[in-house]
């Protein structure tokens, strides 16, 4: 049997201790186990609580009727590539391609190029495909990020390298020596050499033993050694190439064929 309600309401509105009780006999079957009333103790905490639940339903309603819906199992494929394309633009993708033009890192080190075109070709294909700019964002920064260390650690061995080598011709070698070594590394590449390595190496006969601008052309200390070795050789008609010796040898392209294989392609080595 209900209780009367008002009997548990006092005169300035607070709850007697059966005011709960009392309520909810009078909401039928799948309420009586509540406790969500036990500690409402006045008309003012009931009202609140009516008040902000229907807050809450307003804006549980709105949120639905703004909501992507995720396609059901019978949708069509035009609904499916609709709902991916909301999707993509409730996340971040703009459409616009200015908005993935990234532009060159700040911190690009000298000596490491700048791919433009690359960088527009994966612009493109990040607008093309939905992408949030947010998210090709970080996958830009990282991508330059892991290019970058690279390169530097790149360099670094290449340094080490170069230092090492350098020491061990300067360690075995007087200053003039050096210098006849670079000098006759010259005439080897002047006499048998690339228009391209031609090109590179003008001016080197006056410093010849300026292993650093060398390197910077794309002639190591090794390849430096080796060639004035040939070179001294050929100048004495001790070196063979095949059945002929330096004083007879010509530059055919028998021989600069071996030359090439020998030689690296000429890029900086750091």
């Not at 009997?7 to 909810?24: L, M, S």
């Not at 819906?69 to 200015?98: H, V």
């Not at 290019?147 to 650690?153: A, G, L, V, W």
């Amino acid at each position: 049997m209900s209780e009367q309600i008002m009997e548990h309401i006092g005169e300035d509105g607070a709850f007697t201790d059966g005011f709960a009780k009392a309520t909810i006999s009078h909401l039928g079957e799948g309420y009586q186990d509540s406790k969500s009333l036990d500690d409402v103790h006045n008309i003012g905490a009931l009202a609140k609580i009516a008040i902000d639940s229907r807050r809450a339903n307003t804006k549980l309603t709105e949120a639905a009727a703004t909501a992507i819906q995720r396609p059901g199992e019978t949708a069509t494929d035009e609904e499916k590539t609709t709902y991916k394309k909301m999707l993509r633009t409730e996340l971040g993708a703009t459409g616009k391609i200015e908005d993935y033009s990234f532009g060159k890192p700040l911190n690009l080190p000298e000596g490491l190029p700048w791919n433009e075109e690359g960088a527009k070709k994966w612009a493109q294909y990040f607008c093309d495909k939905g992408v949030p700019v947010e998210m090709a964002r970080e996958l830009v920064a990282a991508v330059h990020a892991e290019t970058i260390e690279t390169f530097n650690k790149n360099q670094q061995t290449n340094k080490e390298d170069f230092d090492k080598a350098v020491k061990e011709i300067t360690d075995k070698n007087q200053p003039d020596a050096i210098k006849e070594m670079g000098r006759l590394a010259f005439k080897y590449l002047d006499t048998w050499g690339s228009n391209e390595a031609k090109e590179a190496i003008k001016g080197m006969y006056e410093m010849p033993e300026n292993f650093e601008e060398w390197n910077k052309r794309g002639v190591p200390p090794a390849q430096i050694e080796h060639m004035a070795r040939v070179a001294k050789g050929m100048q004495s008609g001790t070196t063979k190439v095949g059945d002929k010796t330096g004083g007879k040898m010509d530059a055919d392209a028998n021989f600069v064929a071996m030359v090439n294989a020998k030689s690296p392609a000429l890029q900086p080595a750091g």
